[in-house]
């Protein structure tokens, strides 16, 4: 076990902020739990949401995007309140992270004209009147704006400070700003969108901060010197339209020794573009760290303010390094303590490899927007902590038969185990990590493979009977007396019935994630799911030439319109061709027949591949049915769908063996 304290000194070092003093530099960047009870604050789930956080030992936990405006609340759907109702729980939830020595901070949040997509996203349009720095007859969603007037703007200004005073008196030692991500202060920070010509606006810097400044200045007169004030900025727009890093250093520059931290990010006004979501959200496809950079150029310019950065960071020694280096004072983590909470505690016992670490897949994200819950495709704890505070009925030892080593079979092995079960695990192959270990060799997967390398370690030191080369017949089954059989054999790929798709330059996806080399020339990959986008990006990663024909009318990203956007976003960038509402008619020796939007259509390739989707094996695994008391299907044998859903079934399956009547 490693020295964590000679390993990680900047990450492990305390910090006193004001009058607060934070554990260590891992902060919990402003996330928000979707199930709030009415009067707008964290239900129980909620709660025990954020507490799980603070036990895993970051130094803060943040509710995000809570409303200080005190008309707003009647005009928006967004359910977080903090200035027109009782905070009872918000005092809760203050009192559960202070239980476990992390810091609550609630993020302020004033909406103006508010996020690109309002009708989309946080603040709806319809029946309010946007505001903005200057009238627009239409912003971005076709929603007037109106210009604020000066005693508007001291309204709101008051706001903060009456939020930050309420968020105090709830039990909340700090609070933080939003001025990014499109909210309010980015558009009064703009230079193309803020084009006032009194002291609110134009071509001054200090002119277009002033409104966050006094801001800031206002929290601090009501809550004290002492109480700090985060905030949290775009470093860049991101965009050829928007603006840079010089002057984002400007922004900073004014904020420094206002604000105590300056929580640096990157989004377009826009922030549901791809080419903005995807840095904004940082996807697998960018290094962690990527805006390190970024916030380092605006450290140059701050002179009195800490400097904070997120990034998708999941690996300590890169945390390290950038705090080392100077880039930052401090590291933020969203998804990664959704991943894994205890990856702070982790750090500082030195269990390093013990990290799960992010894939940054944004099916959380996706999840939260579509279905209201916060989960997670490699924790399958996350978001489910009633299960875990509320003890299950005590389990009746079973002996279990986990058929397939993949990633559902794996899971449903550890937690059964966990459980206190006799585990046998049995693989048809050599090696555990399924259909998935095609893409060991992925940059952008690196994160995912390592999971898998985590999970034959935990089954190892769990005691797990891995059986590998085994692959079991139902008499086979009977023979190991199991008491229950979860079956995990998983999917088999689609072979679309295109004539030529037997020819020797034609591939499956699979065979050429496996081995990259099969691509030769120009390869045409049929079907824009995400294996055949993601195969393509990779393709150009190596320097490849990819392009893709698809059925539909856009990417198919099943079910994770988050982790779409990011693949659309480097198909963009590595200038992709992606030809939609096509359909393969034949393979040929020189390429692909077509038919597309305009009739029948050629594409040369030298290599093709295909990428149709997968079928669950669901009668094979039907074979095992009555071969033990207890049968369960778990991950793409019962539906073929995504790694979220088979570490989470496979995980409830497990967990309930041998409680109540099984």
């Not at 309010?128 to 929603?143: A, I, S, Y």
């Not at 995990?488 to 020819?503: E, F, N, R, S, Y």
């Not at 200038?575 to 259509?601: F, N, Q, S, W, Y």
Request: charged fraction near 25%; glycine fraction near 10%; hydrophobic fraction near 40%.
């Amino acid at each position: 076990m490693i020295d964590a304290f000679k390993e990680f000194p900047h990450l492990l070092a305390p910090i006193k902020i004001g009058d607060v003093i934070y554990r260590n530099r891992m902060f919990c960047a402003p996330t928000g739990h979707t199930d709030d009870i009415a009067p707008g604050q964290p239900s129980v789930d909620g709660l025990m949401s954020f507490e799980r956080i603070a036990i895993g030992g970051a130094a803060t936990v943040a509710e995000g995007e809570v409303i200080i405006d005190h008309t707003e609340f009647t005009k928006t759907s967004w359910p977080r309140d903090i200035v027109n109702r009782q905070n009872f729980n918000y005092a809760r939830m203050a009192d559960v992270v202070k239980r476990h020595g992390a810091v609550p901070t609630m993020e302020l949040c004033f909406s103006g004209s508010g996020p690109s997509k309002p009708s989309l996203g946080m603040f709806k349009a319809e029946g309010r009147t946007l505001e903005g720095p200057c009238d627009m007859e239409k912003n971005q969603d076709g929603f007037p704006v109106k210009a604020m007037t000066e005693e508007r703007i001291l309204e709101v200004i008051r706001d903060f400070g009456l939020g930050a005073l309420a968020a105090k008196r709830a039990g909340f030692p700090m609070v933080s700003i939003h001025a990014a991500h499109s909210r309010a202060f980015q558009h009064w920070f703009s230079p193309q969108e803020n084009r006032r010509t009194d002291k609110w606006g134009g071509d001054s810097a200090e002119n277009r901060c002033r409104f966050a400044v006094m801001a800031i200045d206002e929290i601090h007169r009501v809550c004290g010197r002492g109480f700090p004030v985060e905030i949290r900025i775009s470093g860049t727009e991101i965009v050829p339209d928007g603006y840079g890093i010089d002057e984002g250093c400007r922004i900073a520059e004014q904020l420094d020794g206002h604000a105590d931290i300056i929580s640096v990010s990157v989004s377009a006004m826009d922030t549901l573009h791809p080419e903005s979501f995807s840095r904004t959200h940082l996807s697998m496809f960018y290094e962690e760290g990527h805006h390190a950079d970024i916030a380092a150029e605006i450290k140059k310019h701050v002179k009195h303010s800490l400097v904070g950065i997120a990034g998708g960071f999941s690996n300590p020694w890169v945390m390290e390094e950038v705090l080392a280096s100077g880039k930052a004072d401090i590291i933020y983590m969203a998804r990664q303590l959704n991943c894994d909470p205890d990856l702070p505690n982790k750090v500082r016992t030195g269990r390093v490899e013990e990290i799960r670490r992010c894939m940054r897949c944004l099916s959380c994200f996706s999840t939260t927007v579509g279905k209201g819950d916060m989960l997670c495709s490699l924790n399958p704890e996350a978001q489910r902590n009633r299960e875990n505070y509320y003890a299950l009925p005590a389990a009746r030892k079973m002996r279990v038969l986990v058929v397939g080593g993949g990633v559902a079979g794996m899971q449903a092995a550890v937690t059964a185990a966990e459980q206190g079960h006799e585990v046998i695990l049995c693989e048809k192959s050599g090696e555990l990590g399924g259909a998935i270990l095609c893409e060991k060799n992925v940059p952008f997967k690196e994160n995912l493979h390592l999971y898998i390398e985590q999970q034959k370690a935990k089954l190892h030191k769990l005691g797990v009977d891995v059986r590998l080369n085994t692959e079991l017949t139902r008499d086979d089954a009977l023979a190991l007396k199991p008491e229950a059989i979860i079956c995990a054999i998983g999917a088999q790929t689609v072979k679309p019935p295109i004539p030529g798709l037997d020819a020797e330059h034609v591939h499956s996806a699979v065979e050429v994630f496996r081995n990259p080399e099969l691509a030769v020339g120009k390869t045409l990959i049929l079907g824009a799911g995400l294996a055949g986008s993601e195969l393509a990006i990779y393709l150009s990663i190596l320097g490849k030439e990819a392009e893709l024909v698809e059925m539909g009318p856009a990417i198919n990203d099943g079910g994770n319109n988050c982790h779409g956007r990011a693949v659309l976003d480097m198909i963009l960038q590595h200038k992709i061709p992606m030809h939609l509402k096509t359909r393969a008619l034949e393979i040929t020796a020189d390429g692909v027949r077509c038919e597309g939007p305009e009739g029948e259509v050629f594409y040369k390739a030298d290599t093709v591949v295909y990428a149709a989707g997968s079928i669950a094996k669901s009668e094979e695994a039907m074979a095992f049915y009555d071969a033990a008391p207890t049968f369960c299907m778990v991950g793409d044998c019962e539906e073929s769908s995504t790694i979220l859903n088979a570490t989470g079934t496979a995980y409830t399956a497990a967990r309930y063996l041998g409680r109540y009547d099984h």
